[in-house]
């Protein structure tokens, strides 16, 4: 058994001080407040680990590379095709690796990985049909964080469209080629396997309704209403809302994530609380992207749980993802305080749409995901431990623990150079 103790740490009753934190098998045993210096000391304040709801881990290699000049959505996602073919099993392990170190980096001690990328260039399966979802799930081994592999639908090109030629290798043919392969996996402890809708401009009607009655019991995400033309285009074909289309097809439900639901009326959002569906927000590409501003006091005061994602991973910062929640907000409403720190910081923990209930709190009997944010930087010095969320970045985390696996020491990863991994990885692909 090993004991942490912090200085401060946040548990489910709000920050503590003098915190000892009993860990055994990587399950918080004990939590003790007002308790006496003893074990490994964590300095600053202790919070549990962040979920990162939404990645796509090969973009991180778009950093820097696509942001500036004219466009949308539509217009990015030409470099995101380029890129995507330049992968193979190997590329995507050794890149997925040095992201998911840079996430632990930064608190994330689960992600859930909307992988889609599944086949060779053109379509033709590997020897192995999964190794692509293999080297995700290895990477996230090597990086000491749990992952959700969101294994991802994707027939068509757009409603009633073929895959455009970029796209084939995102293909599986149809819904029962697609659960062929998904059920060859066999996955290891740190990991759970999901499902995914792409979106519904991605699959067919009927398939997602056959899709909606294969997953019982997996976490199950979806792009929802991103874009306007979404919307625009599912209203020609299907005369509903995207969200009424999911409604209609049986895919709504407490499994459910939404991810982005940007572009919502007020009846999606209505159906949205009452079958019990999640949306994940992801500001920081939503606004990278152009895609809007998406309703989150609305979906929280209908009682739609919120959680946040890196999607693109041009930043990967819980700490900015949950402030720009509430400072989105204030510009749209042009008043403050929309959410509280508390509120934001559920959001960046909110593990069980991944599939870990047993996530994202500082309790016994909890997954043993430990954050220590160190209060004396230059970001984060004079700032109150339950103000934080407004002050921290991810630079400020100086120590990560995930099941109980200390991963992050003093603002280094023990096991893996993200910093030169990802430099030589993406350049390789680039060159």
């Not at 160190?374 to 431990?385: M, Q, S, V």
Request: hydrophobic share 40%; aromatic share 6%; with cysteine.
């Amino acid at each position: 058994m090993l004991t942490y103790w912090a200085r401060y740490a946040r548990l489910p009753g709000g920050v503590a001080e003098s915190v000892a934190i009993d860990v055994d098998q990587g399950r918080i045993t004990a939590v003790v407040p007002g308790a006496a210096p003893r074990g490994e000391i964590l300095g600053g304040l202790v919070l549990p680990g962040f979920a990162n709801a939404h990645s796509h881990a090969f973009h991180r290699a778009l950093r820097g590379r696509t942001h500036d000049g004219k466009g949308t959505f539509w217009t990015w996602r030409k470099g995101m095709y380029t890129l995507a073919g330049r992968l193979d099993p190997d590329s995507y392990h050794r890149l997925a690796r040095a992201v998911y170190a840079e996430m632990a980096l930064a608190g994330i001690t689960c992600v859930g990985e909307f992988h889609y990328l599944h086949h060779r260039p053109g379509g033709r399966p590997y020897d192995d049909p999964n190794a692509m979802g293999e080297a995700l799930i290895q990477a996230a081994a090597d990086a000491g964080i749990r992952i959700a592999l969101l294994d991802t639908l994707y027939l068509s090109g757009g409603f009633g469209k073929p895959l455009e030629p970029a796209q084939e290798r995102f293909g599986d043919g149809s819904l029962e080629g697609w659960l062929d392969r998904v059920e060859r996996l066999d996955l290891p402890p740190h990991a759970v396997l999901g499902g995914a809708v792409h979106s519904v401009r991605a699959v067919p009607e009927e398939a997602i309704a056959a899709f909606a009655c294969s997953t019982e019991g997996r976490p199950v995400h979806v792009h929802l209403s991103e874009q306007r033309a979404e919307n625009e285009a599912c209203r020609a074909e299907h005369g509903c809302t995207p969200t009424e289309l999911l409604e209609r097809c049986g895919l709504l439900g407490p499994d459910l994530t939404a991810v982005h639901a940007t572009h919502l009326a007020d009846h999606d959002i209505e159906l949205l609380a009452r079958s019990g569906t999640g949306v994940a927000f992801c500001p920081t590409t939503e606004r990278d992207l152009a895609d809007g501003i998406g309703p989150a006091r609305a979906l929280a005061d209908a009682g739609v749980r919120l959680t946040l994602g890196t999607d693109s991973n041009a930043v990967i910062d819980m700490f900015e993802e949950a402030r720009a929640v509430e400072m989105h907000e204030r510009l749209v409403s042009e008043e403050r305080g929309r959410f509280t720190a508390d509120a934001l910081l559920d959001m960046a923990t909110g593990h069980a749409g991944l599939g870990f209930p047993d996530a994202g709190r500082i309790e016994p009997g909890a997954r043993a995901d430990l954050v220590a944010v160190a209060l004396d930087t230059p970001r984060t010095a004079g700032a109150r431990p339950d103000g934080i969320a407004y002050a921290a970045t991810a630079a400020d985390i100086a120590d990560v623990i995930a099941d109980g696996r200390h991963i992050v020491h003093e603002g280094r990863h023990r096991y893996i150079d993200a910093g030169a991994e990802l430099r030589d990885t993406i350049g390789e692909l680039w060159q």
